[in-house]
């Protein structure tokens, strides 16, 4: 069994690797492999040196010119390190230990090639963080945010009071389950907002109230992830679509770029919290259209307030109460559950699915079982797709042992299989659409944000005969405007 863990300083350098099974390098491997994996190298080395450039550039002065040119060459340090996930047999791990020296300033990473230690040259002090440096809009938030305690921020008007009741009520198994699983995706989403300056009550708040910890959800809109962005504006911000996977799904991008759409809006906004919040759910237009129209206006003046639609009234009260909550659990009898986030890499030792795995796993000391987790941290996979042996899942540490001793063999392990295997009768194909409203055949146009498991649970379908239908394999990428047969689906 192939099994490693992440080290804690490569979760910041993994938000540029998008999840992806590793594939050892196989015996008499192509002898020109190993100049294709130096080419790589010499790239990102390059596109390092162009960031500390930028970076030298910003901190001169040249903040506008500094920041797009450490824009751009991160954008080849992220082709570079891809480049090097799908290259078989080029030191990905390499990469990221350079990824955290640029990052951290100073910090000593080994030499490969001459076996010895070699300084990356430390960013300017008076420059201060790399990440502030290059976007200079989160500077400014960490003076307005972290200078200023997020707690004192915090209006506790009716409006808020009403929310935070809400939370405590009707919404507290929204917010728990919201906060269990945010524990185990913290060392994806945390340091995106640690970095910008950013309050980790802000991440939960805007995670809890737009998905619920739920990384697949999918408003009727359209908008898709953890923090629900719309096809176009997940666009600005680097999501989309890259081989057959909407990155809006991947946990540490979709921060990053709440991240960065945040910073654009305390820009815009004159750094006001409630506004920059008001135009992350009601529209970047319509606030930036109330702001200049009232100048010097907040977000609770009846004449800003008013002009907004129920839907940004209400959020905007929901994401402080939830912040409020997250810091203050204990003062309203609110018990969050306590959870292992540490993640590891467990490498499949006999083909499963997601779904076999959380039957054979069992509770194992959670509330619910191993779905969502399993499910949040492996975004790529379809939860009844079969992954072959060797397919490497990110999973939280305390699975591994459940895994060994109940997935490989014995009782729970078949109980599992048979379970996934077992399949729901049908009419007779002949009886189809007479006798339960079934057609023979439709004809679906993949919209922004479809999933496969989606289309055909709102369509009545078994997601495994239109996969089968439509020549898909696991797991199952849909683009814009492809056409799908709906075999078999109901009227």
């Known amino acids: 069994m192939f099994l490693r863990f992440l080290p804690l300083a490569l979760a910041s350098a993994l938000l540029f690797v998008p999840a992806s099974p590793s594939v050892a390098a196989p015996a008499g491997a192509d002898p020109g492999a190993e100049a294709e994996h130096e080419g790589v190298y010499s790239a990102f080395e390059e596109a390092g040196k162009a960031y500390r450039e930028a970076i030298a550039q910003a901190a001169a002065g040249d903040r506008r010119g500094g920041r797009r040119a450490a824009q751009r060459a991160l954008e080849r340090m992220l082709d570079a390190v891809d480049a090097c996930a799908r290259a078989t047999g080029c030191d990905r791990e390499r990469l990221m230990a350079r990824f955290d020296a640029l990052m951290g300033g100073g910090v000593r990473v080994a030499g490969e090639e001459q076996g010895r230690e070699e300084t990356v040259e430390a960013m300017p002090a008076e420059a201060g963080s790399p990440v502030l440096a290059a976007f200079p809009e989160a500077g400014s938030t960490l003076t307005q945010l972290n200078g200023r305690d997020l707690r004192e921020l915090i209006v506790h008007n009716e409006a808020v009071r009403a929310a935070m009741a809400e939370w405590l009520t009707t919404l507290r198994p929204q917010l728990i389950n919201a906060h269990e699983q945010y524990q185990y995706l913290r060392f994806l989403m945390w340091p995106e907002y640690e970095r910008a300056g950013l309050p980790e009550a802000l991440l939960f ?17 359209g908008a898709a992830g953890l923090m629900q962005f719309m096809p176009a504006t997940g666009r600005r911000f680097g999501l989309g679509w890259a081989e057959g996977f909407d990155t809006r799904f991947d946990p540490q991008l979709a921060a ?70 997250f810091l203050h659990p204990e003062d309203y009898g609110l018990e969050f559950p306590r959870v292992n986030g540490a993640a590891t890499l467990l490498a499949l030792r006999q083909p499963a699915s997601i779904n076999q795995l959380t039957i054979c796993l069992g509770n194992g000391g959670t509330r619910y079982g191993w779905f969502r987790a399993l499910r949040n941290l492996n975004p790529r996979w379809l939860p009844e797709a079969e992954l072959p042996a060797g397919t490497e899942l990110r999973v939280p540490v305390d ?80 683009r814009p405007g492809q056409h799908l047969r709906l075999d078999g689906c109901r009227a």
């Open 205 to 221: 708040a805007i995670m809890a109230r737009e998905s619920g910890g739920r990384v697949h959800a999918i408003s009727p809109a």
């Open 256 to 325: 990053r770029a709440s991240v960065q759409y945040l910073n654009e809006r305390f820009a815009e906004l004159g750094h006001d919290l409630e506004l920059a919040l008001a135009a992350y759910n009601g529209g970047e237009g319509r606030v930036g259209r109330l702001a200049r129209q009232h100048p010097g206006k907040g977000f609770w003046d009846r004449n800003v307030y008013d002009a907004l639609p129920k839907e940004t009234r209400d959020y905007v009260p929901y994401i402080l109460a939830a912040a409020w909550l």
């Open 399 to 478: 699975v591994v042992p459940l895994y060994e001793r109940h997935c490989l063999e014995g009782e729970r392990a078949t109980q599992a299989l048979a379970l996934v295997q077992a399949r729901k009768p049908g009419p007779p194909p002949a009886l189809a659409g007479a006798a339960s409203g079934l057609r023979p055949s439709q004809r679906y146009t993949v919209r922004a944000g479809d999933t496969l498991s989606a289309i055909a649970r709102r369509h009545g379908c078994d997601v495994a005969a239109v996969a089968r239908a439509n020549g898909l394999r696991a797991p199952y990428a849909l």
